[in-house]
């Protein structure tokens, strides 16, 4: 595979997609890009704009948008690479329609950059490539997650993302795709952790907003942050994942971005709910995808499964589902028994141990309690 100039499908004409296949393109890549929306098609091809997403941009006229119907075949073997760019409730029926499709002895390289939890199963996105394609697909493929504003990428304002993969061959190659001097990638070996911070990031950016909407101000929302990383890392530990992936770009990067700025879609439905507006409302009006909205709902069995401590996650799940009052959540959040505030994982790091020792305070001991 040559990653001079790859041959790269993209599936989902949205903000993300639309901007990716923008960024690919000014890449001397060549790019095809896919919609289920014939008038989007239509419009790309003749105007090299998008009707409904970053209308202020002009694409590059080398993409060449394709659909509605599925890809055929024939342009799927043509590629090289197939990136995801739908939300993750279309991706289980995205690649059932693709698996039949696919040169299983020429794989191309598949790269998905939605961050969310399927709502029905509950399933990250590597867990439903392996039902839909099989483990050897699912082992090399990449994921894409970081601070990235889709409208922020196609001005070339400086961007960095984490790339993970099970494959470090393949982590790399995905890498190289999107390495640009305005845009930085670092590679990793864990797709679950990152692929989680991506998604769990949109339900404390929901939160974020909700204090904002309420009038409440910065302590408020750097507590939010910091306590929603601590409940992100607590969740990621207890599926497996590294804390440390939690301080990433995917992790700590998008969560201080999604949390604090009203281009975040989520943030925004936080807001308008903190506002006092009703979700459907919301969720009609807001023209693009809150993926934050549908996580939340899969996390709140997840939390429960796992039996860890997510009360900012359980509270914006009560105003989502069970019309909680945002103002009354937040009185009862702050209202929690007072408690340690760093869990640490069995025997690891009593908190500097060697001054503790030179000042012969090492024999004071904390009761470890994780809440
Ligand atoms: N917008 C951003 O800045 C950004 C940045 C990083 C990651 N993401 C992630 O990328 C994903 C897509 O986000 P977006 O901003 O492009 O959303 P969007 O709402 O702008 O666009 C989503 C696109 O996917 C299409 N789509 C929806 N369901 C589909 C299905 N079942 N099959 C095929 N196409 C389908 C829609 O028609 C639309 O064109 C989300 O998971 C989001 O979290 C977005
Ligand atoms: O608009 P949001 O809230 O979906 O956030 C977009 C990206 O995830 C930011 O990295």
Known sequence: MDYDRSKVLV????????????????????????????KIVRHFNQYHRNPEFLQDHVFPESITAVGPEFPSESIIRHVDVLLF??????????????????????????IFVNKGIEI??????????????????????????????????VERQPTSVSVASLSKKHAERASQL???????????????????????????????????????ENNTR????TRGLAEMSRIGTAYGASPLTFLSLAGVGDLFLTCSSSTSRNYTVGYRLGKGEKLDYIIETLGSVAEGVTTAKALRTIISKLDVAAPIATAVYEVLYEGGDVAEK??????????????????????????????????????TTSS
């Open 11 to 38: 599936f989902g004409a949205g903000n993300f997609g639309s901007c990716l296949a923008d960024h690919l393109a000014d890449s001397f890549h060549t790019v095809y890009l896919w919609s289920r929306d014939e």
């Open 85 to 110: 760019a739908i939300p993750t409730e279309g991706v289980r029926e995205t690649l059932t329609a693709l698996k039949p499709r696919l040169d299983e002895k020429n794989l191309p390289l598949l």
């Open 120 to 153: 029905s199963t509950h399933a990250l996105t590597l867990e439903i490539i392996v039902d839909t394609c099989g483990p050897d697909i699912a082992k090399v493929a990449a994921f894409i997650s970081g601070p990235s504003f889709a409208k922020e990428i």
């Open 178 to 216: 999107f390495h640009q001097p305005w845009f930085r990638c670092y590679t990793g070996d864990d797709p679950i952790g990152v692929e989680l911070a991506g998604a769990l990031k949109n339900v404390y950016a929901i939160a974020a907003g909700m204090s904002d909407g309420l009038g409440f």
């Open 222 to 225: 750097a507590m939010l942050i």
């Open 330 to 367: 937040a009185k009862l959040l702050m209202n929690l028994p007072p408690i340690r505030e760093i869990d640490l994982p069995d025997g690891a790091g009593k908190p500097a141990q060697q001054l503790l020792k030179k000042l012969e305070l090492d024999s004071v001991e904390y009761e």
